[in-house]
């Protein structure tokens, strides 16, 4: 298999060598540019990671470069656009609950404790990456945040491990829905942030 990153061939030995070193070794050299690998493409099909890996044949990889700062602008942009996303999904759990669908609003909060995870997930890996703690983004209370959004999802499970839906409904509207609408604000102070640096 022929392999290039960022168009240019790189010289494998011609041994047998697995996808796992070839990733391997693509990544290293990803790396050592300040980079990720953005694209993989296989005889002309883009592929996810996993799809690489597991692949047998092929006889031309082309690996594409991102620099790190881009891949972070890109996931904090989609993580903004998601908090709004968040936020209604959210409301119309909290309206679920209190027209005495708590089947489905339970299985639609499901999905919103797993994008909340998600964006604060994003957001710390992004601060990392920019080299930005708490304190240096926005007014400098994304700490105190997290520990009270930390706090508003566990009274919201403490509500539905008992069962009591309407007090969820509130919770979810006085506590956790607040909480979200400022973590996303924080998250385009982080955005705007990074922005100006790249300029």
Not at 49 to 69: C, N
Not at 85 to 112: F, S, T
Request: aromatic share 4%; glycine share 12%.
């Amino acid at each position: 298999m022929r392999i290039y990153i960022d168009g240019e061939e790189m010289g494998f030995s011609e041994e047998t060598i697995s996808k796992d070193e070839i990733y391997s070794r693509v990544k290293e050299e990803i790396t050592r540019r300040g980079c990720v690998i953005g694209r993989i493409t296989v005889d002309g099909t883009d592929l996810e990671e996993e799809a690489f890996l597991a692949l047998s044949g092929g006889a031309e990889a082309r690996f594409e470069s991102m620099p790190v700062r881009e891949l972070v602008m890109d996931s904090l942009s989609d993580g903004t656009e998601y908090m709004g996303r968040l936020a209604a999904g959210l409301e119309k759990v909290a309206d679920m609950l209190e027209e005495d669908r708590a089947a489905e609003g339970l299985g639609l909060l499901q999905q919103a404790a797993e994008g909340i995870g998600w964006s604060m997930q994003v957001m710390h890996n992004c601060q990392i990456l920019l080299g930005l703690s708490d304190n240096e983004v926005g007014d400098g209370g994304v700490g105190e945040l997290k520990t009270s959004l930390v706090a508003e999802l566990e009274k919201a499970s403490s509500s539905i491990e008992s069962g009591k839906h309407l007090e969820l409904s509130y919770r979810i509207r006085t506590g956790v829905l607040p909480e979200i609408q400022k973590l996303a604000h924080y998250m385009q102070d982080l955005l705007d942030m990074g922005r100006k640096s790249i300029q």
